[in-house]
């Protein structure tokens, strides 16, 4: 029995929309290839091809005929599937609250002076938006 299919991008189709948010529309043997530089991860040609179809069949990328090659481009926008990513995990691993997330990663991570400094910008630039 086949597992259910994930609502959010697996760990290597999130790899290859990556590619394609780089650049598109691309051939499979282009998606091969920067997956291999950018990932390291070094995968048959008909794997990649398996994958971009299923990818189109879940609604992920466009796939488009040119000569004898398929290029594939993204269907979902970064910021829409990062946005969704990023909404679940709060839910279940923070219990809806945001702020614990942040804390959570800002006392989980070496921030240096100039992360710090574009985190206090975007809180107090939201901090305004709610004054308003």
Known sequence: MPRPESEHPTELELE???????ESPLPVR???ARLESNAGRTLAHSSVITMLNIMHRKRLVN???EGKAFLFSPK???KRVTG????DLVKRAFDGSPA???LNLIESSDLDAEELAELRRLIGRKAK???Q
């Open 76 to 78: 979902v926008q970064k």
């Open 63 to 65: 796939r488009k005929k």
């Open 30 to 32: 282009e998606v091969r």
């Open 129 to 131: 938006e709610q004054q």
């Open 16 to 22: 290859i929309l990556k590619v394609l948010w780089d």
């Open 100 to 102: 614990a997330m942040m």
């Open 84 to 87: 969704q990513m990023m909404t």
